[in-house]
């Protein structure tokens, strides 16, 4: 077992999806650990001293309750905490830049920039500075020169710390993850990291590397993971075209040791705050060097993707006699994925936008996700670069969404089901009590392939699914 200095004192700036869960894990497993997450949002911060997190994400309740008001807290007052701290994480967010150079593509830095210059302000003696964010390579270059320019005498390390957990398993990636990765120049302050993760990880899991491999590490790995996704959703669309299953083939391939069964389920399309900004912030990267073949490869991914969550969209139009206008269609799912409130660049948006422009009526249901989030991601989804809503739009969702309390509800007299999320719910609906409520013919259209099609089919209903033959009752 190491031994990391009892009076250790870590800050993180940004209590998001990553610092919420990241620091309430360390402090957990590092109970002499005082361990602060600050916020400038008043509400998140009060959400997190609240018993309704907000975030979330299985077993994550137990964690917080076991640390907080013990040697976790959350707050706004930033400047205390940094000044405070020996280790100071930054883990705000870094989204798709919406303007001015790169927009569309490069990180907006923004916030990063803002964390250094506030802790180049507040900082005394010596702190560790880390990224927890996911940045572009060559990012701690810039955050090292404004810390030294903008310091009033303290000294600083940064490190590079990327965070691999997902959303819905993050207590359990947290816990046991597949590695830990830390880039760094300094050994000193590498190990002082080190050692805190040594607490409860395995040494051998902990990888240690140079700042800019560690940052590149991050970027590339996203980008590997979804390009998994886009490959198999490719081969979905010939599936679907040729008579093949995507299931059995995923099956088939996934069964070589080279290429392993994870992620090789084909989807509506991958969404999440990450894949899609790190990919895009890759090929920024790339066509900035000069590398312009590998930036198009990467772009690819997302092109696929993209193509991917309008095929849907398209396929239910055309399957229902290719007009779905003022037709009445339930929406199963609005999270990016099951087990998370998260909708940042969910399908279901995407496909959600689609239908209302063919003027469906959605009746949405989601176990997790409230009322205002959807209709904010939709009027969002129809708004413009800078975030305006025309009256039309706006009374296009006001007139044609509704937001159901069950699957049941929302399926009530519609004329089919899109599911565009794999909540483990809608696997065991009622397939009776559906069928009954439901107009004839009765569609379905599995966004995730989650549904038992051969027992829908029993019941009478007409099933399509991603990169699979469709099944209908005779
Ligand atoms: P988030 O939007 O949920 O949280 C970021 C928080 O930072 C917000 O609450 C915001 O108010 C706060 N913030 C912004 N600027 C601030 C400032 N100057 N001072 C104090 N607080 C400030 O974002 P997230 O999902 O937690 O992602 C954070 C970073 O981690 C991103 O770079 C992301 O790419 C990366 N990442 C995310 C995940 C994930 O699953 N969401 C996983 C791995 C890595
Ligand atoms: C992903 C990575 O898995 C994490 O390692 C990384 O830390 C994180 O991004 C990040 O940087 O933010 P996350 O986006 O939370 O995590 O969730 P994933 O499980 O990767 O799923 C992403 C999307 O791909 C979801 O919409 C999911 O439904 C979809 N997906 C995933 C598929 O459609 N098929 C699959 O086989 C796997």
């Known amino acids: 077992m190491n031994t990391t200095p009892s009076s250790l004192k870590i800050c993180c700036i940004g209590a998001g999806y990553v610092g919420g869960p990241t620091m309430a894990m360390i402090a957990k497993q590092c109970p002499d650990i005082d361990v602060h997450v600050v916020d400038l949002n008043q509400t998140r911060v009060d959400q997190w001293n609240s018993s309704d997190l907000p975030v979330y994400e299985p077993g994550l309740d137990e964690v917080v309750q076991e640390a907080r008001g013990r040697n976790l807290r959350f707050s706004t007052n930033v400047d205390q905490a940094i000044s405070e701290a020996d280790i100071i994480f930054i883990a705000v967010n870094t989204p798709t830049k919406y303007f001015g150079i790169g927009a569309g593509r490069a990180a907006n830095l923004e916030f990063i920039e803002k964390c250094a210059r506030k802790i180049a302000e507040c900082s005394q003696g010596h702190k560790i500075v880390v990224e927890k964010s996911t940045l572009p390579v060559r990012t701690a270059e810039a955050v090292k020169r404004i810390l030294n320019s903008a310091a009033k005498g303290a000294t600083f390390d940064v490190l590079s710390n990327p965070e691999f957990l997902a959303e819905g398993t993050a207590v359990q990636d947290l816990l046991h993850p597949d590695r830990v990765l830390i880039g760094g120049e300094s050994k000193e302050a590498v190990e002082r990291l080190v050692q805190v993760y040594a607490r409860w990880i395995p040494r051998e899991r902990i ?165 205002s989030q959807i209709r904010s991601e939709l009027e969002m989804a129809f708004a413009d670069l800078v975030g305006g809503l025309s009256d039309k739009h706006k009374k296009l969702i006001d007139a044609n969404v509704t937001v159901a309390t069950d699957a049941y509800a929302a399926a009530k007299d519609a004329h089919a089901i899109a599911v565009l999320t794999e909540w483990d719910e809608f696997k065991t609906v009622d397939a009776t009590r559906v069928f009954e409520g439901m107009r004839r013919p009765a569609f379905v259209f599995d966004g995730r392939n989650i549904l038992d099609r051969e027992n829908l089919v029993k019941h009478g209903f007409e099933v399509h699914s991603i990169g699979r033959p469709s099944l209908a009752h005779i």
């Open 207 to 371: 990888l240690t590397t140079n700042l800019w491999s560690s940052e590149l590490s991050k970027l590339t790995a996203n980008a590997f993971l979804a390009q998994r996704v886009s490959s198999i959703n490719a081969i979905s669309a010939l599936c679907e075209a040729t008579g093949a299953d995507v299931d059995e083939v995923a099956r088939a391939i996934g069964t070589d040791s080279r290429i392993g069964p994870k992620f090789l389920k084909a989807s509506v399309g991958f969404g999440g705050s990450c894949f899609q900004k790190d990919i895009l912030n890759l090929v920024y990267l790339c066509e900035h060097f000069g590398l312009r073949e590998v930036a198009q490869y990467w772009e690819q991914v997302v092109v696929m993707n993209d193509y991917q969550k309008r095929r849907f969209s398209e396929r239910i139009v055309r399957t229902m006699f290719n007009t779905v206008s003022d037709k009445k269609i339930a929406i199963w799912g609005f999270a990016f994925k099951k087990d998370t409130n998260d909708t940042r660049e969910s399908a279901a948006i995407h496909v959600c936008r689609d239908l209302l422009e063919e003027r469906a009526r959605l009746v949405i249901y989601d176990p997790r996700v409230p009322e």
